[in-house]
T-cell receptor
Framework: AQSVTQLGSHVSVSEGALVLLRCNYS??????LFWYVQYPNQGLQLLLK??????LVKGINGFEAEFKKSETSFHLTKPSAHMSDAAEYFC????????????FGKGTTLSVSS | NAGVTQTPKFQVLKTGQSMTLQCAQD?????MYWYRQDPGMGLRLIYY???????DKGEVPNGYNVSRLNKREFSLRLESAAPSQTSVYFC?????????????FGPGTRLTVL
């Protein structure tokens, strides 16, 4: 069975500071990994995903994540936070099999202060 | 393209009442999903449909039924609503239904059961 753990339900940073949101996964097969963002009162939208190949994945809005198999991690980073980054972020994992759905973490709320 | 649309956006029910949440996508996607989102719980899969004519249970199917009416539409029915079903419900779709697919989410339905 697969699972996702997001460390820290709430992260606060100052505008311009580094953003680091942590995600660890458990999977018995090579995983497919995703980060989604949810702005207030909206649905989720994809930030980035890792399927195969390059372990450093770049996404939208300046975010990136690195797949580290040895650490079973897929942490999300952004060098410089903007006020507009304030949202809830979800890490998700899949086993890549057809007809299966994503397993989501419980989410991390990012607050950005000026 | 409207993407994934959901109706209604808000609903208040009394315990024991029934209702159907509607979802439609115009992206010609094969797979569709219903999730519920509760504070601190992330998104949990209720049911999914890998392709037209098929449906499967997710993590939390009890108290719900689904219908994949056609390729575009996937409805979620609560036969006898309970306060524990107070939640935000999201419909999503993906092109191929493989675990590597991006899922596209609707704006959600906020349901309160009194």
């Amino acid at each position: 069975a697969q699972s996702v753990t997001q460390l820290g339900s709430h992260v606060s940073v100052s505008e311009g500071a580094l953003v680091l949101l942590r995600c660890n996964y458990s999977s018995s097969v090579p995983p497919y990994l995703f980060w989604y963002v949810q702005y207030p009162n909206q649905g989720l939208q994809l930030l980035l995903k890792y399927t195969t190949g390059a372990t450093l994945v770049k996404g939208i809005n300046g975010f990136e994540a690195e797949f580290k198999k040895s650490e079973t991690s897929f942490h999300l980073t952004k060098p410089s936070a903007h006020m507009s980054d304030a949202a809830e972020y979800f890490c998700a994992v899949s086993d890549g099999q057809a007809g299966t759905a994503l397993i989501f973490g419980k989410g991390t709320t990012l607050s950005v202060s000026s | 393209n409207a993407g994934v649309t959901q109706t209604p956006k808000f609903q208040v029910l009394k315990t024991g009442q029934s209702m159907t949440l509607q979802c439609a996508q115009d992206m010609n996607h094969n797979s569709m999903y219903w999730y519920r989102q509760d504070p601190g719980m992330g998104l949990r899969l209720i049911y999914y449909s890998a392709s037209e004519g098929t449906t499967d249970k997710g993590e939390v199917p009890n108290g719900y039924n689904v219908s994949r009416l056609n390729k575009r539409e996937f409805s979620l029915r609560l036969e006898s609503a309970a306060p524990s079903q107070t939640s935000v419900y999201f419909c999503a779709s993906s092109e191929l239904g493989g675990g590597w697919d991006e899922q596209f989410f609707g704006p959600g339905t906020r349901l309160t059961v009194l």
